[in-house]
């Protein structure tokens, strides 16, 4: 019985040790900011003039993908490999619709460690 207590004694501060880096670790990533979205918006458009949507995006973990909605319908996906920073844009052509009609597009951007972007609206108004 007493080797089985000094064999324990002496893998015991190995097991805290071990420990006490896992929970550094898993604290440590909670400390990294949840990614930003940054629109460049509104703008305004007439029917049938192709526009720039634009969007800066972050995150200190690294970006893993950005989703982006236009009226609530999935309108581009992208993957990332990890870049800090990127100026996301992609071309749109103005359907034909009334002057004073908003096309709204969401973004959310989620990072390397699986947090999301908090959701942000860009509106495009027609002219």
């Known amino acids: 019985m007493e080797v089985k ?7 015991f501060p190995h097991l805290i040790f071990v420990l006490g880096i896992s929970i550094a670790c898993q604290n440590e990533s909670n400390l990294v900011p949840i990614p930003t979205v940054q629109v460049h918006a509104p703008i305004y458009a007439t029917k049938g003039e192709s526009v ?33 920073s990127v100026d996301y844009s992609k071309s749109y052509q103005v359907e034909d ?24 609206l860009f509106e495009l108004k027609v002219r």
């Open 97 to 120: 619709m009334p002057i004073g009609s908003v096309v709204n597009f969401t973004f959310q951007v989620t990072d390397q460690n699986g947090k999301s972007s908090a959701v942000k």
């Open 52 to 84: 720039q949507i634009k969007a800066t995006l972050k995150a200190e973990a690294g970006l893993e993908y950005v989703v982006v909605f236009k009226n609530g319908v999935a309108f581009d996906v992208l993957n990332y490999v990890g870049q800090k």
């Open 5 to 11: 207590v000094n064999r324990l004694l002496k893998v």
